[in-house]
């Protein structure tokens, strides 16, 4: 089993900043690529941004310049800095996580979800 927790969400007032964290525990032979996503009310998820193993990083336009990922490998955690937040950020942001697990005879690798934590940005 693998678990992706996610930490950080909250309230925050236009132009301020949020800090999330999303850990990875269980049954982890590596951790590949991890991203954030989120999902606004109605709307489709979308990347927010993603990193690599090795550390190359890609973002959606809409953050590009205001969000930062990173991860800590020795953690297995990966984060988002958010500055400059806007009411459009609002939406609820979940870690994604391209995990290999050893199983008897084989390894097996797999896409695996946070559950999930709001962001939301108003006066």
């Known amino acids: 089993q693998v678990q992706l927790v996610e930490s950080g969400g909250g309230l925050v007032q236009p132009g301020g900043s949020l800090r999330l964290s999303c850990a990875a525990s269980?049954?982890?032979?590596?951790?590949?690529?991890m991203g954030w996503y989120r999902q606004a009310s109605g709307k489709e998820r979308e990347l927010v941004a993603d990193?690599?193993?090795?550390?190359?990083?890609n973002y959606a336009d809409s953050v590009k310049g205001r969000f930062t990922i990173s991860r800590d490998n020795a953690k297995s955690t990966v984060y988002l800095q958010m500055n400059s937040l806007k009411p459009e950020d609002t939406a609820v942001y979940y870690c994604?996580?391209?995990?290999?697990?050893?199983?008897?005879?084989?390894?097996?690798?797999?896409?695996?979800w946070g559950q999930g934590t709001q962001v939301t940005v108003s006066s």
């Open positions: 990193i690599t193993s090795g550390g190359s990083t």
């Open positions: 269980g049954n982890i032979f590596s951790i590949y690529a």
């Open positions: 994604k996580g391209r995990i290999g697990r050893l199983l008897p005879g084989s390894m097996s690798t797999n896409d695996y």
